[in-house]
């Protein structure tokens, strides 16, 4: 067994057991780990996941094909892609490692303007290894390779909303497309806590601030600010 | 409503204006306010169904708002004119707080910082699906075909483009709209 492989084995086990547990000497003990093995992480997600070796434009067509696909299946305003995107960039390309999934997430969800550019992002991630700047021509080639399908078809769709406003398809698609839309943003969320994989405190922040944005109006940038604080001072980590 | 509509020029500057008033949020609220309120671009009305239509279609809400606002001046042309005066500017910045991201994401201290951010970003997502649940609450059929998509994602690990190829058109023919006397719509 390798040294990558025994560290990546060790942090699921201690991880998967501060999220259970929950005990404080459960929670010491992974901050002490992740702390040791901050560096070591990246090579021990590389070794999990191999990515396809291609040159650096092969590359950048399978980001642009990538995303250009699921255009269409943005539903709900683009959130139900989530848990399609981190197990493109996670599991399936090898892009990122599972924190990092979450730190870009994470990112979006901070920045000014739409959460979906996160798209851009992970082309970003995809293409780092290449160097900055085939980074940057990746990032924004899959931002368009997200947004042109669907702004092609919602183009079509202005231009004959009065035909199709009252028909049926209309209607049926409407009505049908809402629920199977929660049901995704059900599993979206749940797979983006357990990406997240913080201890118990982080948790417990996590179901907090869900009860706050259902309950409250106040600004999600105070809990990424407030929680962000938490996680300098240690009280958050994983 | 504008006697004139707003140039290819305007357009772009319009939603440029929008996606900076939005620093911090509320960008449906800052839409309307400088479309309907300030520039007259559309009518109200207009304005409440091209939200109906952006929500509608796939894609990013707010983006195909853009989308709709430019293309009801000048088609296709318009709709790309708006939509990049929309996310220039945001969408630099990020891919510079990405380029920063990956050149410092080793350091400690920002690791933390950043596990604690990921844990409110996780309960962001976990809010999403409540957030509709309760339009649905009347409706077993729906909280059925919801529970069915969770279940096939989350235990059986089917994919999203499969759950909505396969559940998509089944849903459709369950709500496909009926005469009124047949029973049991909602």
Same mark, same amino acid.
């Given at each position: 067994m390798?040294? /990558?492989?025994?560290?990546?084995?060790a942090?699921?086990?201690?991880?998967?057991t501060a999220?259970?547990?929950?005990?404080?000497?459960?929670?010491?003990?992974?901050?002490?780990?992740?702390?040791?093995?901050?560096?070591?992480?990246?090579?021990a997600?590389?070794? @999990?996941c191999?990515?396809? /070796?291609?040159?650096?434009?092969?590359?950048?067509?399978?980001?642009?094909g990538?995303?250009?696909g699921?255009?269409?299946?943005?539903?709900?305003?683009?959130?139900t892609?989530?848990s399609?995107?981190q197990?493109i960039?996670?599991h @399936?390309?090898? #892009?990122? /490692?599972?924190?990092?999934?979450?730190?870009?997430?994470?990112?979006a969800e901070?920045? =000014?303007?739409?959460?979906s550019?996160l798209?851009?992002?992970?082309?970003?991630?995809?293409? #780092? =290894?290449?160097?900055p700047?085939?980074a940057?021509?990746?990032?924004?080639?899959?931002?368009?390779?997200?947004?042109?399908?669907s702004?092609?078809?919602?183009?079509?769709?202005?231009?004959?909303w009065n035909?199709?406003?009252?028909?049926p #398809?209309r209607?049926?698609?409407? +009505?049908?497309?809402g =629920?199977?839309?929660l049901?995704?943003?059900?599993?979206?969320?749940?797979k983006i806590?357990?990406t997240?994989?913080t201890?118990a405190a982080?948790?417990? *922040?996590?179901?907090?601030?869900?009860?706050?944005? $259902?309950r409250?109006?106040?600004? =999600?940038?105070?809990?990424?600010a407030?929680?962000?604080?938490l996680?300098?001072?240690? *009280?958050i980590?994983? | 409503?504008?006697?004139?509509?707003?140039?290819?020029?305007?357009?772009f500057?319009?939603?440029l204006?929008?996606?900076l008033?939005?620093?911090?949020?509320?960008l449906?609220? %800052?839409?309307?306010?400088?479309?309907?309120?300030?520039r007259g %671009?559309?009518?109200n009305?207009?304005f409440?169904?091209g939200?109906?239509?952006?929500?509608?279609?796939?894609g990013?809400?707010?983006i195909?708002?853009a989308?709709?606002?430019?293309a009801?001046?000048?088609g296709? /042309?318009g709709?790309?004119v708006?939509?990049a005066?929309?996310l220039l500017v945001p969408?630099?910045l990020l891919m510079?707080l990405?380029?920063?991201?990956?050149?410092?994401h080793?350091?400690?201290a920002v690791?933390?910082?950043?596990?604690?951010v990921?844990?409110?970003?996780?309960?962001m997502? $976990?809010?999403?699906g409540?957030?509709?649940?309760?339009?649905?609450?009347k409706?077993?059929?729906?909280?059925?075909?919801?529970?069915?998509?969770f279940?096939?994602?989350e235990?059986?690990?089917? +994919?999203?483009v499969p759950?909505?190829?396969?559940a998509?058109?089944?849903?459709?023919? %369950?709500?496909?709209p009926?005469?009124p006397?047949s029973?049991?719509?909602?």
């Amino acid at each position: 067994m390798t040294l /990558s492989s025994l560290l990546t084995t060790a942090m699921a086990t201690v991880s998967a057991t501060a999220t259970v547990t929950a005990t404080a000497a459960a929670t010491v003990t992974a901050a002490t780990v992740t702390a040791a093995a901050a560096p070591a992480v990246s090579a021990a997600a590389s070794a @999990q996941c191999t990515p396809t /070796s291609l040159t650096d434009l092969g590359h950048l067509l399978q980001v642009l094909g990538t995303f250009l696909g699921l255009s269409l299946f943005s539903l709900g305003g683009g959130n139900t892609l989530l848990s399609e995107y981190q197990h493109i960039s996670v599991h @399936q390309f090898c #892009w990122l /490692s599972p924190s990092q999934f979450a730190n870009l997430y994470a990112l979006a969800e901070a920045a =000014p303007g739409p959460s979906s550019m996160l798209v851009g992002l992970l082309g970003l991630g995809a293409a #780092w =290894p290449e160097g900055p700047w085939w980074a940057l021509l990746s990032g924004y080639g899959a931002e368009l390779a997200i947004l042109l399908p669907s702004t092609l078809l919602m183009v079509a769709a202005c231009l004959s909303w009065n035909r199709l406003r009252n028909s049926p #398809w209309r209607i049926a698609f409407e +009505r049908g497309l809402g =629920p199977i839309t929660l049901g995704i943003l059900f599993e979206v969320g749940i797979k983006i806590l357990h990406t997240a994989d913080t201890n118990a405190a982080g948790v417990v *922040v996590s179901l907090v601030v869900c009860v706050l944005m $259902l309950r409250t109006r106040i600004s =999600p940038l105070w809990f990424m600010a407030i929680a962000g604080l938490l996680g300098g001072l240690g *009280v958050i980590n994983r | 409503m504008n006697e004139q509509p707003p140039s290819h020029r305007e357009l772009f500057i319009g939603m440029l204006q929008v996606a900076l008033s939005a620093f911090g949020g509320g960008l449906s609220a %800052w839409s309307q306010r400088i479309v309907v309120e300030q520039r007259g %671009w559309l009518s109200n009305e207009e304005f409440l169904t091209g939200l109906t239509v952006a929500r509608l279609f796939p894609g990013p809400n707010q983006i195909n708002m853009a989308v709709y606002i430019g293309a009801a001046f000048h088609g296709l /042309s318009g709709a790309l004119v708006a939509m990049a005066g929309m996310l220039l500017v945001p969408f630099t910045l990020l891919m510079l707080l990405g380029v920063a991201y990956f050149s410092f994401h080793t350091l400690p201290a920002v690791d933390r910082v950043l596990a604690g951010v990921v844990a409110a970003a996780a309960g962001m997502a $976990l809010s999403m699906g409540f957030k509709i649940l309760d339009q649905y609450w009347k409706d077993p059929v729906a909280l059925l075909l919801a529970a069915a998509t969770f279940v096939a994602m989350e235990f059986f690990h089917v +994919r999203l483009v499969p759950v909505v190829l396969i559940a998509g058109p089944l849903a459709m023919a %369950w709500y496909w709209p009926r005469t009124p006397r047949s029973p049991g719509q909602p």
